[in-house]
């Protein structure tokens, strides 16, 4: 490898896209080209970079597999931005095992939490999970990754914390991923850190309970669903208290009744507006009673563990079997 392709690369690792494209911009080896869209990647140009990725990698001869891996690797990064998660994305695994093989860790560890990343956006989170942990013992060394491939992996991390509402794992995973930000020195990694710190504070979900309405952070929610509180959780389509969940994702009809139920209590919820939310009929006829009456019925045995629920002259009301109020957390 000459001395202008290993320049361009470690100005690329460095965050300077412009100091690569003044080594190789008037070149067109492979090697050249490759370099050439990432530059175009870092500055924005996905298009052109796509275009140079893929040229590249049609130029690396059949004995230079690792080369063709590390422009598939480039691709799917861009795919990743992009949210094109088809054809680049489904290619990465095998850009992995082969980068791998080849003996480029550092390259085969980004793969790896490129996949994680892509897993965590289609919210495949135990498999996102997998893949992380998987990753970690090679991620934590201190040059198994480079800094801003750290800063990706530790941003991975903390969404995956965030969506199994563990703040203080979150914020961990955080301070890490600044850490690396640091040590890397380049803007668009730092200002990716901070927007995710941002989105850690920001309100997570509202609470309805009794005449009170109001936004909660993450870490309240976290301590709302630890407690012993009926929850119906319409972030998950669930309800629950404490350990014990009753999912309710796949009958949308009960959770919209069970929703109803706890917004209305203490008092009653009235057929009429049970019939409306969970039905979207506009008038509650007698059909519209009986088939109420079938569903909430199926809403009695479902939630037998956590609630009561009794008919009134109005409607329906729901009874906590155990001390605290039902509430009611929107997404």
Request: proline content about 5%; charged content about 25%; glycine content about 6%.
């Amino acid at each position: 490898m000459d001395s202008l392709i290993i320049a361009a690369a470690r100005a690329l690792a460095a965050g300077d896209p412009l100091a690569a494209l003044k080594r190789v911009a008037l070149r067109d080896d492979p090697p050249a080209l490759a370099l050439r869209g990432i530059a175009m990647a870092q500055l924005g140009n996905l298009t052109r970079a796509k275009e140079l990725l893929r040229a590249a990698a049609r130029g690396f001869g059949p004995g230079e597999a690792v080369a063709r891996a590390r422009c598939v690797l480039a691709e799917a990064e861009i795919a990743l931005v992009t949210r094109d998660l088809g054809g680049p994305m489904q290619a990465l695994g095998a850009a992995r095992a082969t980068l791998a093989a080849g003996g480029d860790r550092a390259n085969a560890a980004h793969a790896g939490y490129l996949e994680a990343r892509c897993l965590l956006l289609i919210g495949r989170l135990d498999a996102a999970e997998r893949m992380l942990d998987a990753l970690e013992p090679d991620a934590l060394e201190p040059d198994a990754l480079p800094p801003p491939s750290c800063v990706g992996y530790w941003l991975v991390a903390a969404g995956l914390a965030m969506r199994r509402i563990r703040t203080e794992a979150a914020r961990a995973a955080l301070r890490r991923a600044a850490h690396a930000a640091r040590k890397a020195g380049i803007p668009a990694r730092a200002a990716e850190v901070k927007r995710a710190s941002h989105e850690l504070d920001a309100p997570a979900a509202t609470l309805v309970a009794r005449d009170e309405k109001r936004l909660l952070g993450l870490a309240e929610v976290e301590a709302l669903i630890a407690s012993d509180v009926l929850v119906v959780d319409a972030c998950c389509n669930l309800v629950r208290a404490g350990t014990v969940v009753v999912p309710l994702a796949g009958r949308p009809v009960l959770f919209a009744l069970a929703r109803a139920l706890a917004e209305a209590w203490p008092d009653d919820a009235s057929r009429e507006a049970l019939v409306a939310g969970a039905f979207r009929a506009r008038d509650a006829d007698e059909s519209q009673r009986a088939r109420l009456r079938v569903e909430i019925g199926r809403l009695r045995t479902a939630l037998r563990p956590l609630a009561g629920v009794n008919a009134t002259k109005r409607g329906f009301r729901l009874e906590r079997t155990r001390r605290d109020d039902p509430t009611a957390l929107d997404a």
